[in-house]
């Protein structure tokens, strides 16, 4: 096999054919099959033919210099002729302008006679309008949680998104019921917001998931639990749908055009037990400039929006290890972020 055909083979064009004086290509896949300096090298005056940026497009696959961006779990901000002027959440909903913007890509590579560079900037979400809610540490599954009381507050305040910034359930030390989850579903549906959730350190096992769903299904449990909840087969599915989207981190765009980074917070290598200014400390070692860093985890508030740092309290009482550490947990706390990217805590009540 000669050096193109397994070139063609490598990168995925499937098919060539003399085109005049050079080569047709067709089936080219997607820009990063286009690695100039070896097409250059291959195949001198090539000319290119394929759908793949329409059919990319129709998967809300979007071409970003020779990357690809999914925008199944992503959202684009895009200066091309096809995106600019338009909102980023239509951009990136819209096959019609996916495809064209994939078209334009595709043929700028081509032109440019070099690589081009990316020129989309990508957030998990961008936040346009309406209310935000963000809310830490629920840990449904221990008897201490005050989940229930978390949504009767997220119900009166009827956010547009609602942001879970992880250990939404607790897998590690918990025993969720099979009602609570039902429960957790159906208000999280009722509530009808958008939701992005994060993992945190009790709730990012997917073994630990895959053992406590397991056991709903073929334990020894009645199917059927006394109360007001029945057991509902679709809980669990729902259950496995929050964690199927769930992510480490969120970058997102605020509607001021500020941009926020959304994670639990453990991963931070600070001490349960530190202070708030160790806490600061490092939450401002690592931040991007001009960034804003929003975590959980510690379950004590820290509300530093000028300076870029803040850390949400829980909603659960305390535990014998918070007493046993001299920690006095902040409960109830919901941050809100307004439609002009402003910032507030709200605090609920017992």
Same mark, same amino acid.
């Given at each position: 096999m000669g050096e193109t055909a397994k070139w063609l083979m490598r990168t995925g064009l499937v098919m060539m054919a003399k085109f005049g004086k050079g080569h047709l290509i067709v089936g080219a896949t997607s820009p990063r099959s286009l690695a100039e300096s070896e097409i250059a090298r291959a195949l001198p005056n090539t000319s290119y033919s394929g759908m793949a940026w329409l059919l990319n497009a129709n998967a809300y696959v979007a071409y970003n210099g020779t990357r690809t961006i999914d925008l199944k779990q992503s959202v684009m901000e895009c200066a091309c002729a096809a995106c600019s002027g338009r909102p980023a959440n239509q951009v990136s909903r819209e096959i019609k302008t996916i495809a064209e913007h994939n078209l334009i890509e $595709?043929?700028?590579?081509?032109? !440019? %006679?070099? =690589?081009?560079?990316?020129?989309?900037?990508? $957030?998990?979400?961008?936040?346009? !309008? %309406?209310? =935000?809610?963000v809310v830490a540490d629920l840990h449904i599954g221990r008897v201490l949680s005050l989940w229930r009381e978390c949504f009767k507050e997220l119900e009166r305040l009827k956010p547009n998104r609602v942001i879970f910034l992880g250990d939404t359930h607790d897998f590690k030390y918990g025993k969720p019921f099979t009602f609570e989850f039902d429960a957790f579903g159906l208000r999280l549906i009722e509530l009808d917001a958008d939701a992005i959730p994060l993992r945190g350190c009790c709730d990012s096992s997917f073994a630990d998931l895959e053992r406590i769903t397991r056991g709903i299904l073929f334990g020894k449990r009645p199917f059927r639990l006394p109360g007001p909840y029945?057991?509902?087969?679709?809980a669990v599915g729902r259950l496995m749908a929050f964690y199927g989207m769930s992510k480490d981190r969120a970058r997102i765009r605020l509607p001021d055009g500020k941009i926020a980074i959304f994670e639990h917070g453990h991963r931070l290598g600070v001490d349960r037990a530190a202070s708030l200014d160790d806490v600061k400390a490092a939450l401002l070692k690592d931040k991007e400039p001009g960034t804003i860093r929003v975590i959980g985890h510690f379950h004590r508030s820290l509300f530093e929006p000028d300076e870029g740092v803040i850390m949400l309290g829980c909603w659960q009482t305390?535990?014998?290890?918070?007493?046993?550490?001299?920690?006095?947990?902040?409960?109830?706390?919901?941050?809100?972020?307004r439609e002009d990217g402003t910032f507030e805590i709200h605090r609920g009540e017992l």
């Open positions: $595709f043929k700028s590579l081509l032109n !440019g %006679g070099k =690589t081009m560079p990316a020129s989309s900037e990508v $957030f998990d979400a961008v936040i346009e !309008g %309406g209310l =935000t809610a029945d057991y509902r087969p679709e305390m535990t014998s290890e918070e007493e046993n550490l001299g920690i006095a947990p902040d409960i109830m706390e919901v941050l809100l972020i």
